[in-house]
């Protein structure tokens, strides 16, 4: 897939945005096991992406995220449930790397969201608008188009 995904930015078809899935990380159990199968299988993957883009990497922007959150605490099958706060890797030639954008809370059980959760503090759409401001040069009419009812709160300032 990887692969695939570069010859279509590098090639005639002048690809500017692109997804790939990978699938199984509903990690309800065994998630030590799940996630020592599938991390190296992502490592790899990006790691082949930045190398095959070549010079265009100096122009990529590629984010890592998941559509759902993992509750903090383990279940009873060595996994975890569906959950709130999750994370996203932003990463790119041109991204300030090395830092957290957005508040950390803690994990301590008083803090947590029902007391199971990391609560969201950062709406997923903050960086992916200022991604698209950025890279894509977007109206905020377009941005609006993309996101409706949605109104950006904080542009994170992600670029060097």
Do not use: C
């Not at 905020?140 to 950006?152: E, L, R």
């Amino acid at each position: 897939e990887v692969k695939q995904m570069v010859t279509l930015m590098k090639g005639d078809a002048h690809t500017q945005l692109g997804f790939i899935d990978l699938g199984e990380w509903d990690t309800h159990t065994d998630q030590n096991i799940r996630l020592n199968q599938h991390l190296p299988r992502l490592a790899k993957g990006l790691t082949t992406l930045v190398r095959e883009l070549g010079d265009i990497y100096k122009d990529t922007t590629i984010v890592v995220m998941s559509e759902f959150g993992r509750t903090v605490k383990e279940n009873g099958n060595k996994g975890t449930d569906h959950g709130r706060g999750n994370m996203m890797w932003i990463i790119g030639n041109n991204i300030k790397g090395g830092k957290f954008y957005g508040q950390w809370p803690t994990l301590k059980s008083d803090k947590l969201f029902e007391g199971r959760d990391i609560d969201v503090s950062t709406d997923f759409r903050e960086p992916i608008v200022a991604i698209l401001k950025k890279n894509f040069k977007l109206s905020d009419v377009a941005i609006s188009n993309i996101f409706p009812n949605f109104t950006p709160q904080n542009l994170l300032n992600l670029y060097t």
